[in-house]
């Protein structure tokens, strides 16, 4: 016959056989994780054998980072598959995700600083200081809504911010930091007029027309990247034809030697966003990389194709 010292431990007892202080027994017992199986005489904790599973659990779990919320939840899970410990599992996974991505930025600005020079650290320090670590893209997602037209239909408008917008890149160099924080800097800045102009090539479409313009483009561009990419001379082809094809049905007319010329010269009297996509290219492209293609510089790509084409049809 067990004798109760055999089947109830104190709290000493329990800590020493865990491996652990009674200070942590006693402060996961006080949040009600550990319930004490009874008391003696003298009132003092007594615990059972399934404690020191339970309390070796606790101290697996807060091995993890898991909070206290999140341990208690676990420990009172009654799904047979363990869905609380997954999900805990798995939110955690994503908490230090995004603080690894924090302290990748925050070494590649400390790289960028670093490899400055010193007179110019104290104006990069206040560049790269406007935006977070890790940055946002929401500032280039609000330059973008006020530069397309406000009654282009919404998922016209997720479209082309999905191409417009580029996203801070998880592990960045020193130059993509650098790139986004200009790029920061270039869509907050107040725009002369209070609006950024927007080519009236694509204002005559309209916001509908807008629409199917912008999706014909990025038909168009998907199509001139690979030549990009070899870095081939422009030139008339599939690309250009899905191009002038965007305008021509953002217009309500067709394809033909006329259109293509007019289309040439409305787009070279347009202005121009360079800048943006050359900063652009640098987020995209990692470090050693061939510059990757964007939007900017396959339009610039197909302008020349055409400006080529036309130039032959003379």
Known sequence: ?????????????????????????RFYSDRGLLPEASRSGG??????????????????????????????????????????????VAGRLRELGDELRTLRWREAALQLVRECPPAEQADLLRLIGVMGTPPSAAPLVRFWRA?????????????????????????????????FARLHVMTTAPCPGGRQPQPEVHQVAGARGAAVLYAGLAEAYELAGPQLRRVRDPYPGEALDAYVAAYASAYGSRDT????????????????????????????????????PTPGSADDWLRAALERDNAAAA
């Open 1 to 25: 016959m067990s004798t109760s010292h055999e089947v109830f431990w104190s709290i000493g007892e329990l800590a020493e056989r865990a491996g652990t202080t009674v200070k942590t027994v």
């Open 43 to 88: 009132g003092h904790r007594r615990y059972g054998p399934d404690a020191l599973e339970r309390l070796r659990l606790i101290r697996s779990l807060r091995t993890l980072d898991l909070p206290l919320p999140e341990v208690r939840r676990v420990l009172e899970d009654e799904d047979p598959a363990g869905r609380a410990l997954e999900d805990a």
């Open 147 to 179: 530069w397309l037209p406000p009654r282009m239909p919404a998922r016209a408008t997720a479209a082309f911010l999905e191409v417009a917008v580029p996203q801070p890149p998880d592990d960045p160099a020193p130059a993509q930091v650098l790139a």
């Open 257 to 292: 030697r006329e259109f293509r010329r007019l289309l040439a010269a409305r787009l070279a009297a347009g202005p121009r966003l360079d800048r943006y996509w050359e900063l652009t290219a640098v987020v995209l492209t990692p470090p050693g990389g061939r510059p990757e």
